[in-house]
């Protein structure tokens, strides 16, 4: 049975709220006794991009997944789950940002940059199929807002999204900076508002 989706909402908000401030922990506060306080401090520059690339792509997948929900006005059973298959994924980034944090740099950075970019090809993947099944069930879940362009245009523009990122996880095999670089041109892309981006497809 069809209900609100403000519970959805206020739930995800948490998770993503939780899975955004968990990422700040891996950039510890250097000890008295380890040395010179600046010296220290750069050396945690892997800790630093690492969390703002994580918390850029966390910050801008909240973004656009209000802008999904001032669409999705009713849900049943499977948007529940590909919702929570979603936030799954959302509250593993922590992890292979702590991961890339301790390794960029080293010798086996590209494992993790590899494990990095994969999770967000999983959760790219996450985001598309619950756009995929809302838009297969319109007729009941959508609002009345939401037009048969306006639809096809958000279709169209969030397919691409998991490419992309395989495109980033194919590039860590190659090069780990080039594939964090575009990491963060997604991000800036993809923060842009709707109109902006749909131009730029068309």
């Not at 998991?162 to 590039?171: A, S």
């Not at 860590?172 to 131009?199: E, I, Q, Y």
Request: aromatic share 12%; proline share 4%; glycine share 4%.
């Amino acid at each position: 049975m069809a209900s609100e989706t403000g519970r959805i909402e206020a739930f995800s908000d948490g998770v993503f709220a939780i899975a955004i401030t968990l990422l700040i922990l891996e950039i510890k506060i250097p000890g008295i006794n380890d040395g010179n306080l600046s010296t220290q401090l750069a050396k945690q520059w892997p800790s630093y991009l690492s969390f703002t690339i994580s918390f850029a792509f966390i910050g801008i997948l909240w973004i656009n997944h209000h802008r999904l929900f001032t669409h999705i006005r009713r849900s049943d059973h499977p948007l529940l789950i590909l919702n929570l298959l979603l936030l799954f994924g959302v509250c593993v980034v922590p992890f292979p940002t702590a991961v890339l944090a301790a390794h960029l740099g080293r010798s086996d950075q590209r494992a993790a940059a590899v494990l990095y970019n994969a999770t967000y090809v999983f959760v790219a993947l996450c985001f598309n199929l619950l756009w995929r099944y809302a838009e297969s069930q319109k007729r009941r879940l959508l609002g009345p807002e939401a037009t048969e362009s306006a639809v096809e245009r958000i279709t169209r523009l969030y397919s691409l999204v998991p490419l992309v990122y395989v495109i980033c996880l194919g590039l860590a095999f190659v090069s780990v900076r080039a594939s964090l670089a575009l990491n963060g041109v997604l991000a800036c892309f993809f923060a842009l508002p709707p109109k902006m981006t749909w131009r730029a497809k068309e």
